[in-house]
C-alpha cells in the first residue's frame, strides 16, 4: 500500500524527450544532459531528471505546473501560485497539492464567483493550458497605456494662489495681509 502511495503522481510529466548527438550518446532536451544510449531509460528515472523536467515545464507554463513559480530562496522548492504555498518539487508532492483541500477550495472559491471575471479566467487559463507569451505581453502593454493614459489625465492642480516660489498657501484666504485689516476695521469700528 505504501509503494502504491509513494508511485502516486510519479510520470505527471511524461518522460523525457531525447535528441541523438552521434557516437552513441543522447541529450535530454529539457537538462542539456548528455549520456550513453544505453541509460536513457535510467536518466528519465533519476531525480536529477525529473527536477530538470520540472523546471523546464514550469518556465515554460505547461499545465499543470503553470500554477506554480520557482522559489528564488531554494533550487528544491516550487511557490503555488493560487495559494502561496510552498511544497517539494517532486511529482508526488505536486500531485498531492493539487489534489489536496486547500488547493481545490481556493481553486473553486476563485472560480465560483469569490474573485472578479477576469481573474476567473486567468485562473481557468493556467490550469487548462499553458499561458502563450502573446497573452502576456497583451496584458504588459494593456497595463503601461492605462498607467500612461492616467498620468495624461491627472490634473495639473495649480490654482490661482500658488506662487512662483513653489510654496503652498492654504485655501480660503487671498493672504495673512488682508485678514488683519479686516480685523483692524472691525477693532477701530468698536472703539469709536
Known amino acids: ?3 502504491a502511495e509513494r508511485k502516486e503522481g510519479r510520470g505527471l510529466l511524461g518522460e523525457p524527450t531525447f ?6 550518446k543522447l541529450r535530454c532536451v529539457e537538462t542539456g544532459h548528455e549520456l550513453p544510449a544505453e541509460e536513457a531509460g535510467s536518466y528519465g528515472r533519476s531525480k536529477r531528471c525529473r527536477s530538470g523536467l520540472i523546471d523546464a515545464a514550469v518556465l515554460q507554463s505547461k499545465p499543470p505546473l503553470n500554477v506554480f513559480k520557482l522559489d528564488p530562496l531554494s533550487r528544491s522548492k516550487l511557490i503555488c501560485k493560487l495559494t502561496g504555498d510552498t511544497i517539494n518539487k517532486t511529482e ?3 500531485w498531492k497539492h493539487i489534489n489536496g483541500k486547500r488547493f481545490l477550495n481556493k481553486l473553486e472559491l476563485t472560480e465560483s464567483g469569490a474573485g472578479n471575471e477576469r481573474r476567473k479566467d486567468k485562473l481557468r487559463a493556467m490550469v487548462i493550458r499553458p499561458c502563450s507569451e502573446n497573452i502576456i505581453k ?12 492616467e498620468i495624461r489625465e491627472a490634473p495639473e492642480d495649480k ?3 500658488d506662487d ?14 488682508a485678514s488683519s485689516d479686516s480685523e483692524e476695521d472691525t477693532t477701530h469700528e ?3
Not at 140 to 149: T, V, Y
Not at 164 to 177: A, I, K, N
Open 190 to 192: 468698536q472703539k469709536g
Open 19 to 24: 535528441i541523438d548527438v552521434g557516437n552513441g
Open 138 to 149: 497583451e496584458e504588459k502593454e494593456k497595463g503601461i497605456a492605462e498607467l500612461i493614459s
Open 159 to 161: 490654482s490661482d494662489t
Open 92 to 94: 508526488e508532492h505536486i
Open 164 to 177: 512662483d516660489d513653489g510654496f503652498w498657501v492654504p485655501p480660503g484666504g487671498t493672504g495673512s495681509g
Open 1 to 3: 500500500m505504501a509503494i
